[in-house]
């Protein structure tokens, strides 16, 4: 079973998770021929090759680990963390363990091997997004589990181990440490200023405006001042909420416009690079956190390196606002109809 130790001096925790030392993509060299549709465990027709469905959008009258889906939800083979029994944890002088309890699961997002996310039917990504917030909604409800983290990797760099477009989602028993750094900030601020420090963000980035990329009724997409790598953007929402399992249809329905737009850009600036997406939400099972849940979204254009691990510094080549013009250059498709690219 997976184990969490803490680091004794940055409290940090690491999951340590020997199953998944056996994932064939663990021992292959970069730059090998990719597997390819006729040989993916996420393709239809390979469902058997999958852990049992927990969720499926599929047609009426098909039974569950068949074809005829249109999104569906597995557990990870190879999990990080696994379901168990209550969370047990020990001290043994300087060490804290805690016993790998959680879950870990895998949002397949369409049955094309090929298709990229922001080239999906509106309808469709709105249904992979309500993937997410059902698991959510699901696995929030064990006490045992106290972080819900939703992400995606795209491109092997940025860590998939399978190129069928996924997204994935892992559940934890402890808060992880940059969440609670995040939570400590925004609360800092809330005693100071009495208002959100997001909210107040985001305001001032409307009203500058030289950093934003996109915008709808319910969210706002722009590149951070103090971007760590080029074109990387944070997606807001609008509306005041600390957890995603807050956001409702119509919301939904915005944030899959607002992820295509800013995906399909980033892809035409930029040659499809890998990139990683992430959740930022308020924990579980606690009441009146100050907290505003936001998205991350985090190209992999340059090589985090030596002095990036040494001091926690990152090194970005590209200025933010540089790169909001290259990704507001770009022309609206069809698909980002609903989402607004910054003026000026």
Not at 46 to 71: C, I, M, N, S, Y
Not at 157 to 179: C, D, K, M, R, Y
Request: net charge negative; glycine share 6%.
């Amino acid at each position: 079973m997976p184990e969490l130790r803490q680091d004794p001096v940055s409290e940090c925790w690491v999951v340590i998770a020997t199953e998944r030392a056996r994932r064939p993509s663990d021992f292959k060299a970069p730059g090998e021929e990719k597997k390819g549709a006729a040989n993916c465990p996420f393709c239809p027709g390979h469902e058997k090759e999958t852990p049992p469905e927990v969720l499926a959008f599929r047609a009426e009258g098909t039974a569950p680990d068949t074809p005829g889906w249109q999104v569906r939800v597995v557990p990870n083979k190879f999990a990080a963390l696994t379901s168990g029994d209550e969370v047990s944890s020990e001290n043994k002088g300087l060490y804290h363990t805690m016993s790998g309890t959680g879950a870990h699961e895998v949002i397949i997002e369409g049955p094309d091997h090929n298709t990229f996310f922001a080239s999906l039917a509106p309808e469709h990504a709105i249904q992979v997004l309500k993937a997410w917030r059902q698991r959510y909604l699901q696995l929030s409800r064990d006490k045992n589990l106290q972080y819900i983290q939703l992400f995606k990797n795209h491109g092997r760099t940025a860590g998939a181990s399978l190129e069928h477009p996924h997204s994935q989602i892992i559940a934890t028993p402890l808060v992880p440490a940059a969440v609670n750094r995040e939570i400590a900030r925004l609360k800092d601020y809330w005693q100071e200023k009495e208002s959100c420090l997001l909210c107040d963000l985001m305001e001032s980035e409307l009203k500058t405006g030289t950093r934003v990329i996109a915008f709808n009724k319910e969210f706002l997409a722009f590149c951070p001042f103090a971007s760590r790598f080029p074109m990387e953007m944070l997606i807001l929402p609008r509306r005041h909420q600390a957890g995603f399992a807050s956001c409702e249809d119509e919301q939904l329905e915005q944030l899959a416009a607002i992820l295509q737009d800013i995906l399909g850009r980033l892809k035409k600036v930029a040659g499809d690079p890998p990139f990683n997406l992430v959740l930022h939400t308020a924990p579980l099972h606690q009441e009146d956190i100050v907290y505003h849940w936001h998205l991350e979204l985090l190209p992999r254009l340059t090589i985090v390196a030596g002095f990036e691990w040494g001091t926690s510094m990152y090194i970005n080549p590209t200025p933010p606002e540089i790169a909001a013009q290259s990704l507001n250059e770009i022309k609206l498709d069809a698909h980002s109809a609903a989402a607004t690219p910054a003026e000026g």
